[in-house]
Nanobody
Framework: QVQLVESGGGLVQPGGSLRLSCAAS????????MTWYRQAPGKQRELVAT???????NYADSVKGRFTISRDNAKNTVYLQINSLEPEDTAIYYC????????????WGQGTQVTVSS
């Protein structure tokens, strides 16, 4: 079945950068959208960025200008470039993909920890 594999999380100093990756594999007929979420300790999960199959993107206000979502359709992979990291960016980052197999449904990755600390 469909699986999402994430990578790129880790410990980084304030002001640093990370690039998260999320690759989808399995019986994929179509990918409608891929989205990054994050959840900090004690806080609700929030949408970070989305890219649709048509190339449209959307960002949370808190990350605009610092985060960039992109995709490689040939690899069924979405990326999140994170620049100018702040301690407030510390969270578990989750990848979600709306995938048709062929019936559309949402699939989630296991999450990758991003920690911003000196």
């Amino acid at each position: 079945q469909v699986q999402l594999v994430e990578s790129g999380g880790g410990l980084v100093q304030p002001g640093g950068s990370l690039r998260l990756s999320c690759a989808a594999s399995g019986k994929i007929f179509s990918i409608y959208a891929m989205t990054w979420y994050r959840q900090a300790p004690g806080k609700q999960r929030e949408l970070v960025a989305t890219v649709t199959s048509g190339g449209s993107t959307n960002y949370a206000d808190s990350v605009k200008g610092r985060f960039t979502i992109s995709r490689d359709n040939a690899k069924n992979t979405v990326y999140l470039q994170i620049n100018s990291l702040e301690p407030e960016d510390t969270a578990i980052y989750y990848c979600k993909a709306r995938i048709g197999t062929p019936i559309p449904r949402d699939y989630w990755g296991q999450g990758t920890q991003v920690t911003v600390s000196s």
